[in-house]
Structures are given as C-alpha cells and as structure tokens.
C-alpha cells in the first residue's frame, strides 16, 4: 500500500545536521574529552598531561578560526585555557620544577590568542572567544613572570609572550588599560580575573596556591581611581585575610595592598558600612609585631588613612576636641619607642614621627611630656653612619616647637643642655661617619638652637655668650656662632 500523499513526512533534509554544524559538535566533544583527560587524576603523571596538552595544541592547530567562535566553542575555548593555567600552576608541596610544563601551557595559550586574533577580520563573535581565555591567559602570565621564586629560567620568556599577545589581541595598550578598559571602550577584564582568583582567596584555600596572593596583589595595584571603587566588594575581603597572616611576608603584602585600597577607593565608600574602622583596628594591631619593615608599612597606611576616618568626626568648637586615632596611634608609638634598643626599629619609628606631629599640628601638646623624654631619650645614642633616627628626631623637634611653642620655654635648660651635648659629641666624633652627615646634624641641631631662642624671647643667645668665650672646638664655636648672627634682630614672635 502506497502511504496517503495528504499526509506530512519528516523532513529529512533536518537530519543528519549539516557538515558545518557536525565539525562544530566534533570539535567541541573533542575539546572536552581532551580537557577532561588534562584536569583528571592522571594529569598528575607527566606523560598524560603532556599528551592531553599536545592534543589541545593540534585540536587549536586544524579548527578555523571561524569555527573556535562558534555556538558553544568561546566556553570550551575559555575551559581548556583555565584548565591548562591551573595545571601550571606552583602548589604548596612543588613550588618549583616546572618550566617544562608552564612552557607547554603557555605554548597552547599563545595558540589560542593567534587563533582569536585571526578570527578578528573573519567572525564577529571573536570578543566572545577572547573574554573567556583572556583571564587565564593573563593569570597565567603573571603567575609565571619574572622574580618569582616557583619560576625557572625559561618560564617568565614565555609568560612574557603571552602577556604581549593578550595585550595585542585585546587591543590594549598597558596591563592597567587592559584590566580597567581603555578609555571609552568595553570594561576592563579585572572582574573576571578577580572571578578567577576568588575560589582560591578564601580563608581555606589561599595559601594552596603561592602564587595566588601575588597576583592578586600585583593585579590590584594596577587598578587605580576611580576604576577601583566598583570592585571594592571583591578586593577588601582577601586583601585582609592576607593581612591577618602569621607570617610577616604576607602581612606586608596584604598592608600594601590595603594601602592601594586606601589610596584609591573614595572616602564615601570606605566609610560606608564602617569599613574604615575594620581597616584601622586590623592595621592597629600590627603596631605591636616588631618587624620593622611591616612597622613601616603599617605607619604610612595609616596616616593616608587618618584623613578618612577623621571625615566621620564631628567637633563642636565650644567643648574640647576628642581625641583621634591619630592620637591614639601616637601614643603606642612613643610607648614603644621609649624602651626600644633595636636599631632598625628605633629608625623606623623615627621616620615617621614628623609626619604624626604635622598630622597633629598643635594638638601634639597632648603627647608633649612623652615626646620630651623620647627625643631626650634619642638624640643621646649614636645611630651609625647614616644617624636616620637622629635626623628625623631633630626634624621631629623642629616642628614640635614650631606647633606647640608657648609650652617650650618652661623646657628650656633640659632642651639646651641636650643640643649642646648633641654638637659636641658630633663635632668630636671619632667614629666613621661621613662628614656630610655630621655637617646634617650639626645644622639641624643649629636650627633647633634658633628655634629654642626664639620660643624662649632670646634667652638661648645670652646663654651662648658665655659658653663661646670658653670654647675651644671650632665646630662648635661656629654652631655658636650661627644662633647668635641668626637671632640678632629677629622678632622673639616670629614662630
């Protein structure tokens, strides 16, 4: 019986799908089971890996460009890119060892990002491919850069291939342009490299991965205002959990990365949901670590940091202004300092104590009885060579009877007697200091000498008359000298 015309029969030009659309599903299957082989337990054996690697490698080698852009490619394209970053990736138990393997992976990156960049002129759907293997891309070329301690000599040659490519594909002229998005164009990729590292930046899992916490912090300090404040809620979190670490590597580097937040977030956002005070009380706590250098860090991020907390302060001018958090820090500070015998801590403290006195300005007479007895404290012990401490102590002074002079005169005898004690253990130093250092210190501490006289209406000259008459050093002498030339004819309320 023949079948009934009226009825419809399939189409049969439906099934089987067209040649274009059956490359397409075979390319992707291939893909998959070639990634799947690369991200299984067997990739832990060298030869599987390299074979998975070399067949992604051909796979990129024969598809057209056209067709790595197509339907579902632009994903599996952007999976076999991440895949083979994290299988380069240093771990905690191999930090080293593998530039074979990052020079594998990033051979087939670079393949990819030529593939992308052919497809340009001939698909339109080539931004698609490049925003999925952009980001591994990238990871992985600062992962793998130079000066790091799990790369070997050839690996940062390559990653500094694949850096370029990307850039070029991308159309970018720098990293910052690339991860922040050239000026009127598409954003930037920093949020999906964020994306990327994230898994790896919790309190569980960031210290598998060595590497993580460097490019994180690397990636962060290239984004600045006022690109950074959209990506506030994705970079506060790790950049305190590295903070908080034991180790004072990682506190560093979590510090300076809180700094570039603090830097260049506005201090609307900071503000808001009390996030400067976290910032505060986990920078706080660091001052009592004695490590000079996370001392150091800990001090400059906090005074860019005083300016914002201040903004939420409200003084009303009839009743005494309340106490900062500069001051609070202040306080710690010469707490410190007075005990301490450690040098490099003592220069570090030293540094910075100028700028808390500028901070404060004429509210530092709160921390004057202190600050008296650190500065008598430190201008009595040699310092080396370079007398860091010494000089910054002297300029500390310097500005401390500049802001808070009326209280200075009462300090007269003490302060004097400390100077005059400072130029002639300096002129007769028998030690090897340089002459310009000596030359530093005996100017500054000329310096403190007019300022004194001034603050005390003239008493320091008539003082001097008396001690120059007896005085048979000539550095001395001429220090001498020089406050008397100097405060002759100067009005005594010129400070």
Same mark, same amino acid.
């Given at each position: 019986?023949?079948?009934?015309?009226?009825g419809? /029969?399939?189409?049969?030009?439906?099934?089987?799908?067209?040649?274009?659309?059956?490359?397409? /599903?075979?390319?992707?299957?291939?893909?998959?089971?070639?990634v799947?082989?690369?991200?299984?337990?067997?990739?832990?054996?060298?030869?599987?890996?390299?074979?998975?690697?070399?067949?992604?490698?051909a796979?990129?080698?024969?598809?057209?460009?056209?067709?790595?852009?197509? @339907? @579902?490619?632009?994903?599996?394209?952007?999976?076999?890119?991440?895949? =083979?970053?994290?299988?380069?990736?240093?771990?905690?138990?191999?930090?080293?060892?593998?530039?074979?393997?990052?020079? =594998?992976?990033?051979?087939?990156?670079?393949?990819?990002?030529?593939k992308?960049?052919?497809?340009?002129?001939?698909?339109p759907a080539w931004?698609?491919?490049?925003?999925?293997?952009a980001?591994?891309?990238?990871?992985?070329?600062?992962?793998?850069?130079? $000066?790091?301690?799990?790369?070997?000599?050839?690996?940062?040659?390559v990653? $500094?291939?694949?850096?370029?490519? &990307?850039?070029?594909?991308?159309?970018?002229?720098?990293?910052? @342009?690339?991860?922040?998005?050239?000026?009127?164009?598409?954003?930037?990729?920093?949020?999906?490299?964020?994306?990327?590292?994230?898994?790896?930046?919790?309190?569980?899992?960031?210290?598998?991965?060595?590497?993580?916490?460097?490019?994180?912090?690397?990636?962060?300090?290239?984004?600045?205002?006022?690109?950074?404040?959209?990506?506030?809620?994705?970079?506060?979190?790790?950049?305190l959990?590295?903070?908080?670490?034991?180790?004072?590597?990682?506190?560093?580097?979590?510090?300076?990365?809180?700094?570039?937040?603090?830097?260049?977030?506005?201090?609307?956002?900071?503000?808001?949901?009390?996030?400067?005070?976290?910032?505060?009380?986990?920078?706080?706590?660091? &001052?009592?670590?004695?490590?000079?250098h996370?001392?150091?860090?800990? &001090?400059?991020?906090?005074?860019?940091l005083?300016?914002? !907390?201040?903004?939420?302060?409200h003084?009303?001018?009839?009743?005494a202004?309340?106490?900062?958090?500069?001051?609070?820090?202040l306080?710690?500070?010469?707490?410190?300092?007075?005990?301490?015998?450690?040098?490099?801590?003592?220069?570090?403290y030293?540094?910075?104590?100028?700028?808390?006195?500028?901070?404060?300005?004429?509210?530092?007479?709160?921390? !004057?009885?202190? #600050?008296?007895?650190?500065?008598?404290?430190?201008?009595?012990? *040699?310092?080396?060579?370079?007398?860091?401490?010494?000089?910054?102590? !002297?300029?500390?002074?310097? #500005?401390?009877?500049? *802001?808070?002079w009326?209280?200075?005169?009462?300090?007269?005898?003490?302060?004097?007697?400390?100077?005059?004690?400072?130029?002639c253990?300096?002129?007769r130093?028998?030690? &090897?200091?340089?002459?310009?250092?000596?030359?530093?210190?005996?100017?500054? +501490?000329?310096?403190?000498?007019?300022?004194?006289?001034?603050?005390?209406?003239?008493?320091?000259?008539?003082?001097? +008359?008396?001690?120059?008459?007896?005085?048979?050093?000539?550095?001395?002498?001429?220090?001498?000298?020089?406050?008397?030339?100097?405060?002759?004819?100067?009005?005594?309320?010129?400070?």
């Amino acid at each position: 019986m023949e079948p009934d015309g009226s009825g419809e /029969s399939p189409r049969r030009e439906e099934w089987p799908p067209s040649a274009g659309e059956g490359r397409a /599903s075979d390319l992707g299957r291939a893909f998959s089971q070639a990634v799947r082989r690369l991200a299984g337990r067997e990739s832990a054996r060298g030869e599987a890996a390299d074979a998975a690697l070399r067949e992604l490698g051909a796979l990129v080698d024969a598809a057209a460009c056209g067709a790595l852009c197509e @339907g @579902g490619m632009p994903e599996m394209l952007g999976r076999a890119a991440s895949t =083979a970053e994290k299988h380069a990736a240093p771990s905690r138990e191999r930090a080293g060892g593998g530039d074979e393997k990052a020079a =594998a992976v990033g051979l087939l990156l670079l393949k990819l990002l030529r593939k992308v960049e052919a497809a340009k002129d001939a698909h339109p759907a080539w931004r698609a491919a490049l925003r999925r293997v952009a980001g591994p891309a990238y990871v992985f070329a600062v992962t793998h850069g130079a $000066g790091r301690p799990w790369t070997g000599p050839g690996a940062p040659a390559v990653a $500094g291939e694949v850096l370029a490519a &990307l850039l070029r594909v991308a159309e970018c002229g720098s990293v910052a @342009g690339f991860l922040r998005g050239e000026d009127g164009g598409e954003d930037g990729a920093f949020a999906a490299v964020m994306g990327l590292l994230a898994p790896d930046l919790n309190k569980e899992t960031w210290k598998n991965n060595p590497a993580t916490k460097h490019v994180f912090s690397w990636t962060l300090q290239q984004v600045t205002r006022p690109w950074l404040n959209q990506h506030l809620e994705r970079i506060l979190p790790p950049s305190l959990l590295i903070s908080d670490d034991y180790q004072t590597e990682n506190k560093i580097l979590g510090v300076d990365c809180l700094h570039h937040i603090v830097l260049n977030v506005p201090a609307a956002d900071l503000l808001q949901f009390n996030r400067a005070e976290v910032l505060y009380h986990a920078l706080y706590n660091h &001052l009592y670590t004695p490590e000079h250098h996370l001392i150091q860090a800990v &001090l400059l991020c906090l005074l860019d940091l005083f300016p914002v !907390l201040e903004k939420a302060l409200h003084w009303k001018g009839d009743a005494a202004r309340p106490p900062t958090h500069c001051d609070e820090v202040l306080q710690l500070i010469l707490t410190h300092m007075e005990p301490e015998h450690r040098l490099l801590l003592r220069r570090t403290y030293a540094r910075n104590l100028p700028a808390f006195v500028r901070r404060l300005g004429i509210l530092t007479v709160r921390h !004057l009885k202190r #600050l008296e007895r650190v500065i008598l404290g430190y201008l009595e012990v *040699y310092d080396g060579p370079e007398e860091e401490a010494r000089l910054k102590i !002297l300029e500390t002074l310097k #500005l401390l009877m500049q *802001y808070t002079w009326p209280r200075v005169s009462c300090r007269l005898v003490v302060l004097l007697k400390a100077l005059l004690k400072l130029i002639c253990d300096v002129a007769r130093d028998p030690t &090897l200091t340089p002459e310009p250092v000596k030359s530093a210190l005996l100017e500054e +501490a000329t310096d403190c000498l007019i300022l004194l006289d001034h603050c005390s209406q003239g008493q320091v000259k008539s003082l001097l +008359a008396k001690i120059l008459q007896s005085c048979e050093d000539s550095k001395v002498a001429n220090c001498i000298r020089k406050v008397q030339q100097v405060s002759e004819g100067t009005p005594c309320d010129g400070t």
